[in-house]
């Protein structure tokens, strides 16, 4: 019932901003998100016995989410990542430390940087991203509760099953095409299916993407932020995955006017 409560108060919010906010402020709440969502990501790396990027790294971020020429400051967050990882008391874990620092500042400020360019070319295709994984959630958790019977990746994450990965894909794709059908006609129906299919895979490669990060750190949820869903890193880490994906189609493969 909690985790129900949390999402029917965070859903609303997260359509307006995308559908309905204006730029500044979908760019203050992906930040405020990332920054959260970035602190979590530094515990698991400190309990995974890595030195934490820190506010440093919270900085490189912001950089990377609302800076112009974003090639440019990627560089620019390598050699700050590998300047952090000086700090390091013991220098045998100083690439580690570096390597962390970068991976988080990409992994979470570059999806979302994804993100925002992705409601510059139709706000829809961004409420597509997302609906894969939200609508996938769902279908997953109903599919393999009733369904499943083979582990997906038992060692990352046993509760996981095919069955519930599979209802996932049926279900986000489901849901993503019929949306598309109303709210984003112009496009193409092979890029909806593309888009929908690769997006969810991917969606669900980053949950357990995540899973394998806590796992090794020895932790069941990144935060308790969010009651009955964990850390806000818990809530995104799927569509910290789709989202870019979808947005490198619509980008270099799709019709969108």
Wanted: hydrophobic residues 60%; positive net charge.
């Amino acid at each position: 019932m909690i985790r129900i409560l949390t999402a029917l108060a965070l859903i609303p919010a997260f359509v307006w901003l995308v559908l309905f906010a204006p730029e500044w402020a979908l760019r203050a709440a992906v930040a405020l998100v990332g920054l959260m969502a970035f602190r979590e990501y530094d515990q698991i790396a400190e309990a995974n016995g890595i030195a934490r990027a820190g506010f440093l790294g919270m900085l490189a971020g912001l950089a990377l989410l609302l800076a112009p020429h974003p090639e440019i400051v990627v560089v620019l967050i390598a050699v700050a990542a590998m300047l952090a990882a000086l700090r390091v008391a013991d220098l045998a874990g100083a690439m580690a430390a570096g390597s962390a620092f970068t991976l988080g500042v990409i992994y979470i400020f570059g999806s979302f940087r994804c993100a925002i360019a992705l409601r510059g070319i139709d706000r829809n295709w961004l409420m597509f991203a997302l609906l894969l994984s939200w609508a996938g959630d769902t279908a997953a958790m109903y599919a393999g509760k009733a369904f499943g019977k083979h582990a997906l990746a038992r060692r990352v994450s046993p509760a996981k099953t095919w069955e519930g990965a599979i209802g996932s894909v049926i279900g986000g794709v489901a849901a993503g095409w019929i949306y598309a059908h109303y709210l984003i006609p112009q496009a193409a129906l092979w890029l909806v299916l593309a888009a929908g299919v690769a997006g969810n895979v991917v969606g669900q490669l980053g949950d357990l993407c995540e899973s394998a990060m806590k796992r090794g750190a020895g932790v069941k949820d990144s935060g308790s932020s969010l009651p009955g869903h964990g850390g806000w890193l818990d809530r995104i880490d799927s569509s910290l995955f789709s989202i870019p994906v979808v947005y490198a189609l619509v980008l270099f493969v799709g019709e969108t006017k």
